[in-house]
């Protein structure tokens, strides 16, 4: 059993940068792959950036060279680190976790644990 809980969402102006944290309980979360997935009023929740338990990460091509995702496994914390934010980043970004594979999951089907979820707004 994983319980996650999101922090660090908020206001910011376009070109901004904002950190989310993304906290697990549980001593098996080194090895789950973990997921940010974010969902904007009236769209589907959709993919941002993955990265597998044993290293390696994936991101959608919207936020490439824009969002890192990073995880510290000795605080059972993963992080997003959004810069150059653009107000159609505006959503509510939920962590999510998966039984770990080399495969790195796009889809949330695929994925067993979620977290409440932070608001982040970005404003033109």
């Known amino acids: 059993q994983v319980q996650l809980v999101e922090s660090g969402g908020g206001l910011v102006q376009a070109g901004g940068s904002l950190r989310l944290s993304c906290a697990a309980s549980?001593?098996?979360?080194?090895?789950?792959?973990m997921g940010w997935f974010r969902q904007a009023p009236g769209k589907e929740r959709e993919f941002v950036s993955g990265?597998?338990?044993?290293?390696?990460?994936t991101a959608a091509d919207s936020v490439k060279g824009r969002f890192t995702i990073s995880r510290d496994s000795a605080k059972n914390t993963v992080y997003l680190q959004m810069n150059s934010l653009k107000p159609e980043d505006t959503a509510v970004y939920y962590c999510?976790?998966?039984?770990?594979?080399?495969?790195?999951?796009?889809?949330?089907?695929?994925?067993?644990?979620w977290g409440q979820g932070t608001q982040v707004t970005v404003s033109s």
């Open positions: 999510a976790a998966s039984s770990g594979s080399l495969v790195i999951h796009t889809t949330t089907s695929k994925y067993n644990y």
């Open positions: 549980g001593r098996a979360f080194s090895s789950y792959n």
């Open positions: 990265i597998r338990w044993s290293g390696g990460s």
